[in-house]
């Protein structure tokens, strides 16, 4: 599986959301609304999700392990970043 495309979409709010990412698996699938956040440890990726009848937030779509999370989220930070640079 390889990631060929990263969209980032900064955002320009008050609150801690930074960007909002699209992602594409293999240049056949999609995963929009991946956001970016700014925590109080530094910044992080949040997948999409909805609100569960609980109240609760549950992912939509997620890595499987945390490996891949990581590696998803420094491929996303990493093109957060030079996006911001080139503003």
């Given at each position: 599986m390889q990631i060929t495309d990263i969209r980032v979409r900064t955002v320009d709010s008050e609150g801690k959301m930074r960007a909002v990412v699209s992602i594409t698996i293999d240049s056949v699938f999609v995963?929009?609304?991946i956001k970016v956040i700014e925590g109080e440890k530094g910044m992080f990726i949040a997948m999409p999700s909805r609100k569960a009848a609980d109240g609760e937030y549950r992912d939509i779509a997620h890595p499987i392990n945390?490996?891949?999370?990581e590696e998803l989220?420094?491929?996303?930070?990493d093109?957060?970043?030079e996006?911001?640079?080139a503003q």
């Open positions: 995963i929009h609304d945390t490996e891949t999370r989220q420094k491929m996303i930070l093109k957060y970043y996006t911001v640079s």
